[in-house]
């Protein structure tokens, strides 16, 4: 399984944008449990962002205070993640990341920039 996350760019504060996860064949579909965005702000460990289980079921980080929805494109194979009321403080590497229940190791895409200008 591959994952590949694009989009992002610079943004004005206030702005909005969307991420896109792209997997390859089977990634959200042959034991698939969840799919995350992350994100690592400079001089700050990964956290979580947002999450979508297999089931459907959303979670969402406390900051992300009903800005950001994630969801999965079916028939793609494609999880998106769109983020609105950009600010600064949301500027980051931001990653997606597959989790499976036949396997103990998960798989992080590559990071995309998100840069969120004053």
């Known amino acids: 399984v591959q994952l590949q996350a694009s989009g992002g760019g610079s943004v004005q504060a206030g702005g909005s944008t969307r991420l896109s996860c792209s997997g390859s064949?089977?990634?959200?579909?042959?034991?698939?449990?969840?799919i995350g965005w992350y994100r690592q702000r400079p001089a700050q460990t990964r956290e979580l962002v947002a999450e979508l289980t297999s089931g459907g079921r959303r979670n969402y980080a406390d900051f992300v205070e009903g800005r950001f929805t994630i969801s999965r494109v079916f028939g793609e194979n494609t999880v998106n993640l769109n983020m609105n009321d950009l600010t600064p403080g949301d500027t980051a590497i931001y990653y997606c990341?597959?989790?499976?229940?036949?396997?103990?190791?998960?798989?992080w895409g590559q990071g995309t920039l998100v840069t969120v200008s004053s």
């Open positions: 064949r089977g990634a959200f579909t042959v034991g698939f449990k969840a």
């Open positions: 990341k597959a989790s499976y229940y036949d396997s103990q190791y998960d798989t």
